[in-house]
């Protein structure tokens, strides 16, 4: 109100031509200057009848603690004579979107060392990084392609595991050890999982074949999906996601290899 009276006499005549005008045109006789509509509040103001786009909900709203990933019967048949049975789980900043456990032993007779280890990855959805699955299909895309970046690394298209998967198998050799390696690589919903799993006879001793390690790194990766899935209750599982409970009392078995795995064997527990 003060504005208005303010203004000098020739602006008050121009509003006065205004009002005598159609109604239809007086959005041009507005006391601003021609720019766009806005608010109260000086924003823009949003086009009648538009609407803002909608992402829908996350699949999952929530990780299982990592080292309960894995059934006892796989953990016992993977990694026999596991220092830590219950598995090492990693420090983690934010509990709910990442966790990591791993397990190693020299099994039976003290000559077969075992490395296992189950990295979880969640998403959220963001204004700022994209919907959740997008953000999980990226960090999917970019794990296949550093595992299959290894020298000397062959890599396979899964399937029955998850919404994707893949996996990146072959030797690596530290402090003079080889060791026959293999990693799975999965998204369900908005979670990537990522199992690596190392074997390496010592002392002479043969290595696990291909076939051995990447049937045991799918029979990991299956449970770890199915643990997601028992995790949220009333999510919609993804194909491969009920091989397992997840809860460490299952029999954890991978179930049909896919057949574009590197082999169909498996370890006995």
Excluded: H
């Amino acid at each position: 109100m003060e504005r208005r009276r303010r203004r000098t006499a020739p602006r008050l005549a121009g509003l006065l031509v205004c009002a005598a005008v159609p109604a239809l045109l007086l959005a041009g006789c507005s006391s601003g200057s021609g720019g766009d509509a806005k608010g109260s509040d000086g924003a823009p103001s949003t086009a009648k009848g538009t609407t803002l786009p909608t992402v829908a909900p996350v699949r999952f709203a929530a990780l299982p603690a990592p080292c309960t990933t894995l059934a006892k019967s796989t953990v016992t048949a993977l990694v026999p004579k596991a220092k830590a049975p219950g598995g090492t789980q990693a420090q983690s900043s934010d509990v709910a979107t990442r966790g990591s456990c791993s397990w190693t032993g020299n099994g039976k007779d003290g000559y077969q060392y075992r490395w296992l280890s189950v990295t979880l990855q969640r998403y959220d959805n963001s204004t700022v990084l994209g919907s959740a699955e997008d953000q999980a299909k990226k960090r999917y895309a970019d794990e296949i392609g550093e595992a299959s970046a290894a020298k000397g690394f062959t890599t396979s298209v899964l399937t029955g595991i998850g919404d994707q998967a893949g996996s990146a198998s072959g030797k690596a050799t530290v402090a003079k050890i080889t060791s026959q390696n293999d990693t799975v690589v999965a998204r369900t919903g908005n979670v990537v999982v990522i199992v690596e799993y190392d074997g390496a006879g010592l002392i002479d001793k043969k290595n696990p074949t291909a076939t051995v390690v990447n049937s045991g790194a799918l029979r990991a990766a299956k449970d770890a999906v199915a643990s997601i899935a028992a995790a949220n209750p009333g999510s919609a599982a993804a194909p491969g996601g009920t091989g397992g409970t997840g809860s460490g009392t299952g029999d954890g078995k991978a179930g049909t290899p896919s057949s574009t795995a590197s082999g169909s064997g498996g370890l006995s527990g």
